[in-house]
C-alpha cells in the first residue's frame, strides 16, 4: 500500500488536492474518481531515508505520534494480526502525514519479504538503532508484540526525563542567556567609547583592559563568526559522536563528570534493571532478555558490560560477576543481582532496584536547581568584577594624572 499526492479539481471546479492510500495508481485513480475529483497529476509520495551516521535535524515525527504507533501495532500483533495487515491498519489511523508515509514504504518491504527490524533501520531519522536493534531482537526470541510495548513504555520515559531535565536548567539558562547578553551589550556599546577617551589620552593600559577592549573589538568586527561558532561546534559534536571511538570516548567523560555522571549512571541503571525485571516476568529467556535490555542502555562503556554478562550466563556463570568486575555497577545493584540469583528471587530484586534508583533519579534532577543557582551567580559575579576593575583600573589612573 502506497501513498498518492494529487491536484485536482472537485466537483463545483474548484482547486483541491491531497493524497489518497492505495495499492497501485490504477487503484488510486479510481479512487478519486470515485470521490468526484478530476485528477490535474497523480504521483506517488516517497519519503527520504538517509544512511545511520548522518547528521540530521529533527525528523518530522513527534515522539508521542511515535510512542503510540508503537503501543498500536504492539496491541494488534498481540491480537494475532499479521504485521502486514497491522501496519496497514496503522497507516489508516495514524494522523501525522510524514509516519503515514514511512510506514507505508515499510509495509512494502515487508510485505516483498523483509524483515521488520530492516525495514525500519531505513528511516534512522525516525527509528533510531536502539528501536531497530530491539524490534530485531524481538522478531528473532519471538516476542515483538512485548518487546514493541516496552518500547512505547521508554519513547515515553524519554519524554517524561527530558521535560524534568528541562524543568531543573530552565532558570540557570534564563540567567545564563540574560548574562551573556548583559555582557554583549558592555562589549559592543560600552567599552568601545571608554577605550576611545583613554585613547585619546594616549594612556598605558592595563593588561586586563587591553584584553576586554581586544574581545570587543573582536565581536564588533566577527560577529558572523560568534554568532557561526555554536552552529558549527555542534555539527562537529554530532559527527565525532555519530562514530564509534567518539561516542565511546564522549560517553566515558559524561560518566566522570561530577553530578551529571551519576544522574546518567542512575537512569541507565534503572531502565537496565527494570527493561529486565519485566522481560523475564513475561517469560522471555534470560539471554533474549540481556540483549535487548543492553539495546535500551545508551552508554557505550554500560552496554559492553552488559554484552559480557550475556556471555557470563550463557557459559553458566553469573549475571553479577562481570557488572560487578566493570565498576560501573554499584555495590548495591550487585550484591542485590547475585542475591536474586541465589534465591531464585531475580525479578523482585531488580524491580525493588529499578524502583530504588528511580526516586533517585528525580531526586537528583530537582536537587540540580539548587546546585546550579549558587554556581551561576558566582561565575556571573566574577565575570561582572573583571570587567568593572578592567574599566575601573584605567578611569581612577586617568583620574589621578588630572
Not at 124 to 133: E, G, T
Not at 194 to 223: G, H, R
Not at 364 to 372: F, P, Q, R
Request: charged content about 20%; overall charge positive.
Amino acid at each position: 500500500m502506497a501513498i498518492y499526492a494529487f491536484k485536482g479539481l472537485d466537483k463545483k471546479g474548484t482547486d483541491i488536492k491531497g493524497s489518497i492510500t492505495a495499492e497501485n495508481l490504477g487503484q488510486a485513480k479510481q479512487k478519486a474518481k470515485a470521490q468526484g475529483i478530476m485528477l490535474l497529476e497523480i504521483k506517488e509520495k516517497k519519503s527520504s531515508s538517509k544512511t545511520p551516521g548522518t547528521i540530521t535535524f529533527g525528523s518530522g515525527v513527534s515522539v508521542d505520534d511515535l510512542s503510540l504507533m508503537t503501543r498500536q501495532l504492539a496491541t494488534l500483533l498481540k491480537a494475532k494480526v499479521q504485521i502486514v495487515e497491522a501496519l496497514s491498519a496503522l497507516i489508516d489511523q495514524t494522523e501525522s502525514e510524514k509516519l503515514k508515509l514511512v510506514l507505508s514504504e515499510v509495509r512494502q518491504k515487508v510485505n516483498e519479504g523483509s524483515s521488520l527490524a530492516k525495514s525500519l533501520g531505513d528511516y534512522p531519522k525516525i527509528f533510531d538503532h536502539i528501536y531497530v536493534n530491539m524490534v530485531e531482537a524481538g522478531e528473532s526470541s519471538g516476542t515483538l508484540e512485548l518487546v514493541l510495548l516496552r518500547l512505547a513504555e521508554f519513547t515515553e520515559s524519554q519524554v517524561k526525563l527530558k521535560t524534568k531535565v528541562k524543568g531543573a536548567l530552565m532558570y540557570p539558562v534564563i540567567m545564563m542567556t540574560i548574562a551573556f547578553l548583559l555582557f554583549l551589550i558592555i562589549f559592543i556599546f560600552v567599552i568601545p567609547k571608554i577605550t576611545k577617551m583613554f585613547q585619546k589620552k594616549k594612556m598605558e593600559l592595563p593588561l586586563l583592559t587591553e584584553v576586554c577592549i581586544a574581545i570587543s573589538d573582536f565581536l564588533i568586527n566577527y560577529w558572523f563568526i560568534v554568532i557561526a561558532m555554536p552552529f558549527v561546534f555542534f555539527y562537529l559534536f554530532k559527527r565525532w559522536t555519530s562514530r564509534p571511538k567518539g561516542k565511546r570516548t564522549w560517553d566515558g567523560i559524561v560518566l566522570k563528570i561530577p553530578q551529571a555522571g551519576r544522574i546518567v549512571s542512575m537512569i541507565n541503571i534503572a531502565r537496565f534493571t527494570s527493561t529486565l525485571a519485566t522481560l523475564l516476568n513475561s517469560g522471555v529467556p534470560i539471554l533474549a532478555s540481556l540483549k535487548i535490555v543492553s539495546n535500551l542502555v545508551g552508554n557505550v562503556h554500560m552496554k559492553e558490560t552488559i554484552d559480557k554478562s550475556r556471555v557470563s550466563v550463557a557459559e553458566g556463570s553469573t549475571l553479577a560477576g562481570p557488572l560487578t568486575q566493570s565498576g560501573y555497577f554499584p555495590p548495591m545493584v550487585t550484591h542485590m543481582i547475585s542475591l536474586g540469583e541465589k534465591s531464585g528471587e531475580l525479578e523482585p530484586m531488580l524491580k525493588i532496584v529499578a524502583e530504588n534508583y528511580q526516586e533517585q533519579v528525580d531526586s537528583k534532577l530537582s536537587g540540580l536547581t539548587s546546585i546550579l543557582e549558587p554556581i551561576m551567580i558566582i561565575v556571573m559575579g566574577i565575570g561582572v568584577a573583571i570587567v568593572v576593575f578592567a574599566v575601573i583600573m584605567p578611569m581612577m589612573e586617568l583620574n589621578s594624572i588630572k
